[in-house]
């Protein structure tokens, strides 16, 4: 959702969008969001089409549409019609309303300057020098559990320096799928991993997001080279963050499938990571003639899973991105399916921000639990009155809750602004 029109004016929310500090705009949206105004600044294209900006941002489906609207509802953009959108320039001197001093703005407009962008880049480095902190008094607390499930297949890497005194922090929580074979692999080796990879590529001038890419692409060769995994695999979520004393803190998150990554800014619920859930599972053919079995998996992004790979069904490459940390991020909270399938972003939020922080992860996982006994007692009772319910004939409750539930691996990191 995009923010009113302030009487600040819209140039003031193209600040904000640009420091991630838009409260109001889907925190997934930022990026692009910005992705597209950079774009715009440095081409002065007169028109753009929804493809480009697809180009642009990576984006398709829903999240172009939400691109789309917010760019047209601050009158960046306009349809022209036959897919094409109009792009607002604006002048390229003050006042940016288009009004004199005093006057009430009307019909305000995001002003997208045709100059080099030097001016705009040399603004976002004088508030970079001037918001330079102390690092942050990083903690973490974990807490997992089987649950229902037969076996844990959960694993996660507990928040540690990776080179000390070098302040990159590393922390993830990972989901395995057909054994735990793979979690557990990656939670053990991907520490080292990305310490190589940022020994080796640092001084070359490279992201710490492409550095987290190169690390995910290693962990793969890595894992199909060492573990047994034609059709055993690990979702991922995690999270590198840059604390040192010489730079803003800096947030860098990386997922594979619904291994969420989320953040508490001013107490609302920022969803970092990216995945679009699968409608129905991906079904795999194995073999020939009469040895045809088949395989299904409801996720398309995994570590592992060769079989399915070798189909093209299944891709082992992270959404990934950047987070600027500000006194208003509380905590971010890395967890499996099993805590999000069952609470919303919100409420984990909310329940964190009012638990005692060393208490906090234990306390996600038993309110996921709670939730997920509660959902499977309240589809027993409908199973009992209908016999076409996909539980029917299961005859207790505890049945229900063993086809419905799942491990929990929940991490906390707070990041403790006020320990500075």
């Known amino acids: 959702m995009c923010p009113p029109t302030t ?30 105004v950079d774009h715009l600044q440095n081409n002065h294209p007169p028109q753009i089409t929804a493809a480009e900006i697809t180009a642009i941002t990576s984006r398709g489906g829903d999240s172009l549409q939400q691109i789309l609207n917010c760019l047209i509802e601050h009158r960046v953009l306009s349809s022209s019609g036959g897919g094409m959108y109009q792009v ?22 995001m002003v997208i300057r045709k100059d080099d962008g030097q001016g705009e880049r040399k603004a976002r480095q004088k508030q970079s020098k001037e918001s330079k902190t102390s690092p942050l008094g990083l903690t973490s607390t974990v807490a997992t559990e089987q649950g229902p499930r037969s076996y844990q297949e959960d694993a ?28 557990n692999f990656v939670s053990r080796n991907l520490p080292t991993v990305l310490t190589q990879i940022i020994r080796q590529q640092f001084d070359k001038g490279k992201s710490y997001i492409e550095l987290m890419r190169e690390a995910f692409a290693k962990m793969e060769q890595l894992v199909i080279a060492e573990v047994p995994c034609e059709q055993t695999g690990s979702t991922a979520g995690a999270v590198l963050i840059v604390n040192r004393p010489d730079q803003a803190p800096t947030l860098v998150h990386a997922n594979l499938a619904d291994a969420e990554i989320v953040v508490c800014h001013d107490g609302k619920a920022r969803v970092l990571s990216q995945y679009q859930k699968l409608k129905q599972p991906i079904t795999m053919h194995i073999g020939h003639g009469k040895q045809v079995k088949t395989a299904q998996i409801n996720i398309n992004e995994a570590f592992g899973n060769f079989d399915y790979k070798q189909q093209k069904l299944v891709s082992a490459v992270p959404y990934v991105g950047e987070y600027r940390l500000s006194p208003r991020d509380e905590f971010a909270i890395i967890a499996s399916d099993g805590l999000w399938n069952f609470v919303t972003h919100q409420e984990a939020v909310a329940l964190v921000k009012h638990t005692p922080p060393d208490q906090a992860a234990e306390a996600l996982k038993n309110f996921a639990l709670q939730r997920m006994w509660d959902k499977a007692q309240k589809l027993f009772k409908e199973t009992r009155s209908k016999p076409e319910h996909r539980f029917y004939p299961l005859q207790s409750a505890v049945e229900v809750y063993r086809e419905i539930g799942d491990n929990v691996t929940a991490q906390v990191i707070n990041l403790n602004h006020s320990n500075n």
């Open 156 to 183: 996660y890497l507990p928040l540690q320096e990776l080179m000390k005194g070098y302040g990159v922090f590393l922390a993830g929580v990972f989901d395995g799928h057909g054994g735990a074979q793979v979690a």
């Open 88 to 109: 607002n320039y604006g002048p390229t001197t003050e006042p940016a309303w288009g009004t004199s001093a005093g006057q009430e703005p009307s019909n305000p407009v």
């Open 7 to 36: 009487e600040q004016g819209i140039n003031a929310l193209q600040q904000k969008i640009r420091r991630n500090e838009a409260d109001l705009i889907d925190s997934a949206l930022i990026s692009p969001l910005e992705d597209v």
